[in-house]
């Protein structure tokens, strides 16, 4: 069981970036998928979710506007695109995936269950 998180690099302001996440052994679609982010110094935190089932979407209000958060079932992936990127989201991105999640508790990290390896994203001139 394993979630696979890629996607980040280096852009300039304004830039655009999209981040998958892969799970192997075990299929996403039971599962509500988050996208969590620690920048330098700083606890982590929530930035988008995506629900099993319905596939409803959440964002932090700081992110709102600016990224997508999406599902292939097939493909086991969910994605984050990442636009309009500003330095202050520079951060190491993760992915988790929580079983049946309760709607209220969508952008806790403790009711995750998986969680994948990070993938960094720097955002500068």
């Known amino acids: 069981v394993q979630l696979q998180a890629s996607g980040g690099g280096s852009v300039q302001p304004g830039g655009s970036l999209r981040l998958s996440c892969v799970a192997s052994g075990f299929s996403l679609g039971d599962y509500t998928v988050a996208w969590f982010r620690q920048a330098p110094g700083k606890g982590r935190e929530f930035a988008a979710a995506?629900?099993?089932?319905?596939?409803?979407?959440y964002y932090a209000q700081s992110v709102k506007g600016r990224f997508t958060i999406s599902r292939d079932n097939a493909k086991n992936t969910v994605y984050l695109q990442m636009d309009s990127l500003q330095p202050e989201d520079t951060a190491i991105y993760y992915c988790?995936?929580?079983?049946?999640?309760?709607?209220?508790?969508?952008?806790?990290?403790?009711?995750?269950?998986?969680w994948g390896q990070g993938t960094q994203v720097t955002v500068s001139s």
């Open positions: 988790a995936a929580a079983s049946f999640l309760h709607d209220d508790y969508y952008n806790a990290e403790r009711y995750y269950n998986f």
């Open positions: 995506i629900r099993y089932g319905t596939s409803a979407t």
